[in-house]
């Protein structure tokens, strides 16, 4: 006895069209237009933008993951499309099923080859893109993606704290900022820290982020470009004003930024001898406050 099966009576649907070549052939005819229109106009919409040469290597990883995924999508869209539109029930048209499909080993073979060669070239190709330079990401108190020459960066202390983020130059006499003012075409080291909940520093147009937890010492890098302006957001629920917890940060010409960064050590300098006195002259040292200060240089 055949298993009861309630087609197994009618007769199959004759049909000699090759329905496997003609979704092929579509899905390559579109893949061939879609991929490069999107890896090339819409990958670049995608944020943070180019506004920092690490922002232009993510919007790159973003081209790239966009041609990767376009066959995939275009191929959804046609195996839809074409079922949708070829077999649909025509008027009073009585629905038969064609016989079952148990499997198809051939199939299944290149779905796994190609979407473990995908998985595998992505994991490659987002590993390599990290060691170059960071990318932007916080890397923790021994970075170990450098970019070159980071022994000349430019350093500055993010200090974060419930509801605020504070900038502390240390190069520049150690004065602090409520606002982040960077020169232009300059690779800064952010030394990300918190002094309470953790936070997360993050300057989105800059494409950097960083968590900024109390007592660690964050490092990210991040390579400034021409003037702009750029959103800073905490990116780390850290209490009740957390929503609130965001300026406006800019990168200024080197002329620029001189003169903010003298104007900032005069401001500083009548509250520097104050700074500088111990604690237990009633002073508040910056070492204590801001546990840990940028290590390595100029801290
Ligand atoms: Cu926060």
Redesign the pocket.
């Known amino acids: 006895m055949a298993a009861a099966d309630p087609n197994a009576d009618a007769a199959p649907p004759s049909d000699s069209t090759n329905h496997g070549l003609r979704v092929v052939v579509a899905w390559l005819v579109l893949s061939v237009i879609a991929t490069p229109l999107a890896a090339i106009y819409v990958g670049p919409l995608i944020p943070p933008g180019n506004a920092s040469v690490q922002g232009q290597g993510q919007t790159f990883d973003n081209q790239v993951m966009l041609a990767f995924v376009m066959p995939v999508i275009c191929l959804l869209v046609v195996f839809f499309a074409y079922g949708l539109l070829q077999f649909r029930a025509k008027r009073n048209e009585a629905i038969l099923d064609g016989p079952p499909v148990r499997s198809d080993s051939q199939i299944q073979l290149l779905w796994v080859l190609i979407t473990t060669t995908m998985v595998l070239f992505l994991a490659g190709f987002g590993t390599y893109e990290l060691l170059n330079d960071g990318a932007g990401g916080g890397q923790g108190p021994n970075p170990i993606a450098l970019p070159a020459h980071h022994q000349d960066a430019f350093q500055v202390q993010v200090i974060?704290?419930?509801?605020q983020?504070t900038y502390r130059y240390p190069s520049l006499d150690g004065f602090e900022s409520n606002e982040l003012l960077l020169p232009e075409n300059t690779l800064v080291e952010l030394h990300v820290t918190?002094l309470d909940?953790?936070?997360?520093f993050w300057a989105v147009e800059l494409g950097v982020k960083a968590d900024?937890n109390p007592g660690v010492d964050n490092v990210a890098y991040v390579e400034t470009r021409g003037p702009t302006t750029f959103h800073v957001r905490?990116?780390?629920?850290?209490?009740l004003w957390?929503p609130y917890?965001f300026n406006n940060g800019r990168v200024v010409d080197s002329t620029q930024f001189r003169a903010w960064a003298s104007q900032q050590q005069r401001l500083y300098a009548s509250i520097k001898p104050f700074m500088d006195k111990p604690e237990s002259d009633g002073g508040a040292p910056y070492s204590k406050t801001y546990f840990p200060a940028p290590d390595r240089r100029a801290g």
């Not at 909940?197 to 997360?200: I, K, L, Q």
């Not at 905490?234 to 209490?239: H, M, N, S, W, Y």
């Open positions: 974060g704290q419930q509801w983020f918190s909940a953790v936070h997360s900024a905490c990116a780390e629920l850290c209490g957390h917890m």
